[in-house]
C-alpha cells in the first residue's frame, strides 16, 4: 500500500495568512494526488484533483502543486472559512489511501 | 446535482454484522464510469477507503477488511449497500458514502456521513 505522510499535523495561523500544507507519497504517484477539506461534524470537500486542478466552486486562492513523491496544498489569504482539517489522497493504485489530516487553527 | 445519504444503526453490538445503504440522486448507477464507495473516519482519526462499487458491478476493497466486507447496488432503486461482519469497537466511525468515477479515483461528492457505535 502507498503511505501518505502530511505535514505539519497542525498550524495556526491567522486571516490573510499564505499557508502551505505538504503531502509526500511513499513512492511515485505521479500526479495521481487529491485533496479535500473538512470542518468539524461535516463531510470532507473536494478541492483540488490531479495534484493542481481546482475542483468546481472552489475559490482561487487554494492552489496544489507537486508531482512523483511531494505535493503542496497552498492557501492564498487564509479567510476565515478555511479553517478546517485538510487530507491529502492518492488515486494512483489501491487501495486509495489518504494522509492524516492538518488541522488550520486560528492564531 | 449529485447527493447521497447514508442510512442504518446507529449502535450494533460486537460480532453483530453492521449493514448500511446509500442512497443517492443525479446520477445512475446503469451509466458507464459511475461509481459508488465507502470511507470511514474513526473520531478524530484518518480517513479509511472501503471498498467501491462500479456501474458494471466490479467490486474493490480495502485488504484490510476485504474478508469482513460486501459491497452491492440495486441500480432501479438508486441504492449501494455496504456490509460488515463481526463489527468490534474499533470499527466505531463515521462512514461516509461517495461518488467516483472510474479511473478518476476522486471522490467528488460526499453524503453527511452516519456515526456507528460498536458497543454492547
Known amino acids: 500500500d502507498i503511505q501518505m505522510t502530511q505535514s505539519p499535523s497542525s498550524l495556526s495561523a491567522s486571516v490573510g495568512d499564505r499557508v502551505t500544507i505538504t503531502c509526500r507519497a511513499s513512492?511515485?504517484?505521479?500526479?495521481?494526488l487529491n485533496w479535500y477539506q473538512q470542518k468539524p461534524g461535516k463531510a470532507p470537500k473536494l478541492l483540488i484533483y490531479?495534484?493542481?486542478s481546482l475542483q468546481s466552486g472552489v475559490p482561487s486562492r487554494f492552489s496544489g502543486s507537486g508531482s512523483g513523491t511531494d505535493f503542496a496544498l497552498t492557501i492564498n489569504t487564509l479567510q476565515p472559512e478555511d479553517f478546517a482539517t485538510y487530507h491529502c489522497q492518492q488515486s494512483y493504485s489501491m487501495p486509495w489511501t489518504f494522509g492524516q489530516g492538518t488541522k488550520v487553527e486560528i492564531k | 446535482q449529485i447527493t447521497l445519504k447514508e442510512s442504518g444503526p446507529t449502535v450494533v453490538k460486537p460480532t453483530q454484522t453492521l449493514t448500511l445503504t446509500c442512497t443517492f440522486s443525479?446520477?445512475?448507477?446503469?451509466?458507464?464510469?459511475?461509481?459508488v464507495g465507502w470511507i470511514r473516519q474513526p473520531p478524530g482519526k484518518a480517513l479509511e477507503w472501503l471498498a467501491v462499487?462500479?456501474?458494471?458491478?466490479?467490486?474493490r476493497y480495502g485488504p484490510f477488511l476485504k474478508t469482513r466486507l460486501t459491497i452491492t447496488k440495486d441500480t432501479s432503486k438508486n441504492e449501494v449497500v455496504l456490509t460488515m461482519t463481526n463489527m468490534a469497537p474499533v470499527d466505531t466511525a463515521t462512514y461516509y458514502c461517495?461518488?467516483?468515477?472510474?479511473?478518476?479515483?476522486?471522490?467528488?461528492?460526499w453524503g453527511q456521513g452516519t456515526l456507528v457505535t460498536v458497543s454492547s
Open positions: 461517495v461518488h467516483t468515477l472510474f479511473t478518476m479515483n476522486r471522490f467528488d461528492s
Open positions: 490531479a495534484a493542481s
Open positions: 443525479g446520477f445512475s448507477l446503469s451509466t458507464s464510469g459511475m461509481g
Open positions: 462499487i462500479y456501474w458494471d458491478d466490479d467490486q
Open positions: 513512492q511515485s504517484i505521479r500526479t495521481y
